[in-house]
């Protein structure tokens, strides 16, 4: 909700939406892999510093997109039909509202251990994000939420692994990839 | 020697302060001229190398022995091109600079072979383990590593020649700026080490800030100082290049480190190997390159340190360890390159899932053998 409050009274308008963003990794735009990008260190910090990181966190999917080959180009190959993703989705759609919610993005915090019940590799692989630092408190929730919409999507039953833990975790890499941070 | 005392130091130090001064005007008003001679010249507007009396409204304005005591409180040393302490390679080298700034011990260059290791600035994980595993091993060889503190190769050239502990020989570093002026800011605590175990050189007043145009102009002196130079990882056109073609013209040998033919950062490495260069794969191989060189020069070859011949250890080649035994980890092992590789790749190549390929990727990370970045894996 946006509730706007001026000196007579307030209106609240319902704000239900999805943030979608794409940027450049870098002023040149080849940045991102290392060796790759020719932008004087400096340049490309102050380009990726314009995004607070508190910003950055709240970002729960982040795709890195390359440039495509010229031969994908000029003869792409077969990719997946639009229908078959769309079933997959409407497949995982239902499977979140059966937990009374839209979306999982909608998931009670407090109700996550029931939710999304993990095993227990997908637990320590989640402690050991959490005790180096690479996942915050607020992550740690998103996370969860983004593992058990793999888990939808893949179909693989209501206890969430490591497997969908460490897509959820990797495609969270957000800050890192905008700041081309080293390898760890 | 009474020829360059004090006073002939803080002359030098003043007319390298004097605004607008560059190392090929200093060179010009030291032609022929003691630095305090110098310094009266062109004070009066006489000195025949500043016709226009350029300096001379700033010259009555800066008192020598002021900016000598400057210099002494940032812990600088001034040196003459021909005064003790002046490091001897430079010496009768075409573009040597006639007054140098050192802080530390530039004797540490004496009776010792000096290896340049030096390369991009934006170097990938590759460049930075071997520039480190280079200035590391060479260091504890007795070769002082030289390079420019720099980001990317040259902080990891010296980092590694540091971790060489006691006994190994202490890293010099050349510098754009002013020797007072550690730049990038990230390289300040290396800056400190490098100087308090060697020695940071700078050809620039105090104060100096970054320029563009400082730093190729102080590969020359980081070239004239070694016996080789290798260029660990550079892009086509990047400055390391600057150095090889300094060594070049002086008849140093440049050696470079082979690199992936795919990947941009060794784009100029791999070019120099095409023209000639001897290719470099670990400290040993540059070892017997600073033999030759020396052998050719007729100076003695590096000592070998340790324990008898042989003591120098050939560059870990292999793989950080086995490859890993589950089936999913081997071939998402398989299908990561040396160099960066994206997920969108490995997941061509493996035909896994994003969560297969995420999964046995976090386990290889925590076992050693990847390197994670964002959105990318490269081997270990």
Request: hydrophobic share 45%.
């Amino acid at each position: 909700m946006v509730r706007v409050s001026r000196a007579r009274g307030s209106v609240t308008y319902p704000a239900r939406f999805l943030l979608v963003a794409a940027m450049n990794p870098c002023p040149c735009g080849d940045g991102g892999t290392p060796g790759a990008c020719r932008c004087p260190p400096a340049a490309r910090a102050r380009y990726v510093r314009r995004l607070s990181g508190p910003l950055l966190d709240r970002f729960d999917l982040t795709v890195r997109v390359d440039p495509p080959a010229a031969d994908d180009l000029v003869s792409p190959g077969p990719g997946e039909a639009t229908a078959a993703v769309a079933a997959r989705v409407a497949a995982a759609r239902y499977r979140a509202r059966s937990r009374g919610v839209m979306t999982n993005a909608a998931l009670p915090a407090s109700g996550l251990d029931g939710s999304v019940p993990l095993d227990g590799a997908a637990q320590d692989l989640l402690e050991r994000h959490l005790r180096s630092g690479r996942l915050s408190a607020r992550g740690l929730h998103r996370v969860r939420r983004v593992a058990r919409t793999v888990a939808d999507l893949g179909d693989t039953g209501p206890i969430v692994g490591a497997p969908e833990v460490a897509e959820a975790l990797f495609l969270r890499g957000s800050r890192a990839l905008l700041l081309g941070e080293e390898g760890r | 020697m009474t020829r360059d005392g004090p006073d002939q130091r803080a002359a030098a130090a003043a007319l390298l302060d004097l605004p607008g001064m560059t190392p090929v005007r200093l060179a010009g008003l030291l032609d022929g001229f003691r630095p305090a001679l110098a310094w009266s010249a062109v004070r009066a507007g006489t000195h025949p190398a500043d016709p226009d009396r350029r300096f001379a409204s700033a010259a009555r304005g800066l008192d020598p022995g002021e900016v000598g005591r400057r210099y002494r409180q940032a812990g600088v040393d001034v040196l003459l091109v021909d005064s003790p302490g002046y490091p001897a390679a430079l010496v009768g080298d075409p573009g040597a600079p006639v007054v140098l700034c050192a802080v530390g011990d530039p004797g540490v260059l004496e009776a010792r072979p000096a290896v340049a290791v030096v390369g991009t600035r934006s170097a990938t994980p590759y460049g930075t383990r071997v520039a480190s595993q280079l200035g590391r091993d060479l260091a504890a060889a007795g070769v002082v590593v030289v390079s420019g503190l720099a980001r990317g190769v040259d902080a990891a050239a010296h980092s590694g020649a540091l971790a060489a502990g006691p006994g190994a020989a202490p890293p010099v570093a050349v510098v754009g700026t002013g020797a007072d002026v550690p730049y990038p800011r990230e390289n300040r605590m290396l800056w400190d080490r490098v100087a308090r175990s060697g020695a940071v050189l700078s050809e620039a007043a105090l104060g100096t800030p970054a320029r563009p145009r400082v730093f190729p102009a102080r590969n020359r002196i980081i070239a004239a100082l070694s016996d080789v130079v290798v260029v660990v990882e550079s892009h086509r056109g990047g400055g390391s290049l600057y150095t090889a073609e300094a060594a070049a013209r002086r008849a140093i040998p440049v050696c470079a480190v082979p690199g992936s033919v795919l990947s941009r950062a060794s784009t100029g490495t791999n070019g120099l190997l095409v023209d000639g260069c001897v290719p470099v794969r670990d400290a040993a191989d540059v070892l017997t390159a600073v033999s030759l060189a020396r052998q050719g020069k007729g100076m003695a070859p590096p000592a070998p340190v340790g324990g008898g011949g042989g003591a120098v250890p050939r560059g870990d080649r292999s793989p950080a360890g086995p490859p890993p035994t589950d089936r999913v980890q081997r071939s998402v092992w398989e299908a990561v390159d040396d160099t960066p590789t994206t997920a969108e790749t490995v997941l061509l190549r493996t035909d896994l899932s994003l969560s297969a390929v995420t999964a046995a990727s976090e386990e290889l990370v925590a076992a050693g053998l990847l390197t994670a970045g964002a959105g990318w894996w490269c081997r270990a």
